[in-house]
């Protein structure tokens, strides 16, 4: 039943969606032993720090602007197949930089990626620059000046990822205020591998319209009341919930129990191969697990829309498709 459903993505991290078969084919390419990260077709993690070194190896295997097109035309053309007209992709310059490849030409391959697969499938997508928290307040400053500065009509909005159990979120309270003072879209990761006290951060001191999971709010009552009395839209992925150990499995899950309480909810798959999840999964498993009708999924997807971080003559054209 859902796969008829329209779909769109808000939560997507661009190297978290590469393909096992597609970085199989770039190790060889360049000679990279996989046998740590990589085996019998399967990416290999035990826990979140090793989930991070997993990510960081497979970024390490796309090395060129081309390489970068060719990954995001990859898991595109699988959105759009999946019944997406919309994604946001959680784009990282640091990768860019780590290779040796550069903020702007990474973002160029991006870029030329997203181009080619709207032409090919109708897909709209936009990038949602990402600083890397474990990095330090610095570094994630420099992210947010690259967002503020890169001029790319695509980039979006800003972002937050990586190891949230290190810093306080005010630590990088500056970070968003540039990217907020330049126009972006504002979203931060927070309350998944953190308690609802790091959501409470995040609302004080980013003043985000999204989080980035934001699930384990589900742990204070008073902080869901204020998710849907402000209207802020979280970025659900409850496959990598269950994958990384946030919650046990499916049924503890809280998605439901938030859509109840009037918080604005989206579906996402995070980082897709890596948990064993896709967009279209994410649907089905809300619909056949956890119950959610198809009126409910498609208002989810209209939910992602009305926070998508594009322009409004975009947006109308957007809700149009739905
Ligand atoms: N689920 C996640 N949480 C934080 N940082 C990430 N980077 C990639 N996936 C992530
Ligand atoms: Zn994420």
Not at 316 to 322: E, G, M, N, T, Y
Request: one cysteine or more.
């Amino acid at each position: 039943m859902t796969v008829s459903l329209k779909k769109a993505e808000l939560h997507c991290h661009l190297e978290g969606a590469a393909p096992p078969l597609l970085a199989l084919a770039q190790a060889r390419k360049y000679g990279v032993e996989t046998r740590d990260f990589l085996r019998d077709g399967a990416y290999v993690w035990r826990d979140f720090t090793s989930f991070l070194a997993a990510y960081d190896a497979v970024a390490g295997l796309f090395r060129t602007e081309s390489d970068y097109t060719l990954l995001t035309e990859t898991y595109l053309d699988e959105l759009a197949a999946a019944g997406a007209v919309y994604s946001e992709l959680f784009v990282s310059p640091d990768h860019g930089e780590a290779v040796g490849l550069g903020a702007d030409a990474y973002i160029a391959g991006i870029s030329r990626g997203i181009e080619a697969a709207n032409a090919r499938t109708g897909i709209e997508c936009r990038m949602v620059v990402v600083g890397l928290r474990h990095k330090g307040p610095e570094r994630v400053e420099w992210a947010a000046r690259y967002a503020a500065t890169c001029r790319n009509r695509l980039v979006t909005g800003f972002n937050m990822a990586g190891e949230e159990r290190i810093g306080r979120v005010a630590d990088y309270a500056r970070a968003f205020d540039i990217a907020r003072d330049a126009g972006l879209g504002i979203t931060i990761h927070a309350g998944e591998l953190c308690g609802a006290s790091s959501v409470r951060d995040a609302l004080d001191h980013v003043r985000p319209s999204r989080i980035g999971h934001g699930v384990r709010a589900i742990e204070d009552p008073a902080l869901v009341a204020r998710l849907a009395d402000e209207g802020v839209v979280l970025e659900v992925c409850p496959g990598s919930n269950v994958a990384l150990g946030v919650f046990p499995d499916l049924a503890a899950h809280p998605l439901r129990r938030l859509h109840e309480a009037g918080v604005r909810v989206t579906l996402n798959s995070d980082d897709p191969p890596f948990f064993h999840t896709s967009l279209q999964r994410e649907y089905a498993v809300a619909s056949e697990v956890m119950g959610f009708t198809g009126a409910e999924l498609a208002a989810m997807t209209r939910t992602a829309i009305e926070a998508a971080f594009v322009d409004e003559a975009t947006r109308v054209a957007l809700l149009s498709r739905l």
